[in-house]
């Protein structure tokens, strides 16, 4: 029987670095002889990245918050099916940019929906599957989103999503969630430096996914 592959989940704010992050884990491991599935939510598969556009555009039509909701968890539901369990399933590790601590963070913190609400769908649509490791890349609101700009700027793309269009007051309800599942899931949930330099905050998230590594290679 294939051993089941890990799960790993970056999260934070915009700005934080998970793409970043997220490249150079994958490379770290994949240099142990692992393969690697790198994702992001909401998106991943075909079905979901359809469902990710109507979250993000701006449009003149109001979407709800717990409409909101309601669209991440479709989209996270196609692609837990149809991308994340069977890769893990094949013994392969998926890193995921974003999950459901992002939609606790910025629908809950951010829009105030309800946490029982949140984890109401949570349980129906995920039935408890939960990563093995969480990396929460954080850093103040001003600098990320200072990033975020900056990066834009670099790319010459002026156009900004539902998201990135939020104000600071928005971000500020977004982090402190964040740290308050942190708080609450050390067991899972690794707050990272991501004010660090790039080459930094990489490698924290190598080390940090470094216990799941040694299990991984342990004599069976």
């Known amino acids: 029987m294939t051993p089941r592959g890990r799960f790993i989940t970056l999260e934070g704010i915009e700005g934080a670095g998970k793409s970043t992050v997220a490249a150079a884990l994958a490379a770290a491991l994949r240099a142990h002889g692992l393969t690697v599935v790198a994702t992001r939510e909401p998106g991943g598969t075909p ?15 109001r979407i ?29 590790w998926v890193i995921c940019d974003r999950y459901t601590d992002a939609t606790r963070a910025y629908q809950g913190g951010g829009r105030g929906v309800s946490a029982s609400f949140i984890e109401t769908l949570s349980g129906e649509v995920l039935g408890g599957f939960t990563p093995d490791l969480t990396l929460l890349l954080d850093l103040p609101v001003m600098t ?6 900056a ?25 402190a969630r964040y740290l308050e599942i942190a708080t609450a899931d050390p067991g899972r949930v690794r707050v990272l430096d991501a004010t ?16 799941l590594l040694a299990v991984e290679q342990r004599p069976r």
């Open 47 to 61: 079905l979901a990245e359809r469902l990710r556009e109507v979250v993000l555009q701006r449009g003149t039509e």
């Open 64 to 92: 709800a918050p717990e409409a909101e909701t309601l669209l991440m968890f479709a989209a996270r539901a196609v692609h837990v099916e149809n991308l994340i369990r069977p890769a893990l399933a094949r013994g392969e």
């Open 144 to 149: 990320g989103l200072e990033r975020a700009h």
């Open 151 to 175: 990066r834009r700027r670099a790319a010459g793309d002026g156009d900004v999503d539902r998201f990135e269009s939020e104000t600071v007051a928005f971000f500020d309800r977004v982090r």
């Open 196 to 211: 660090k330099s790039a080459a930094a905050l990489a490698q924290d998230a190598v080390d940090a996914s470094a216990p």
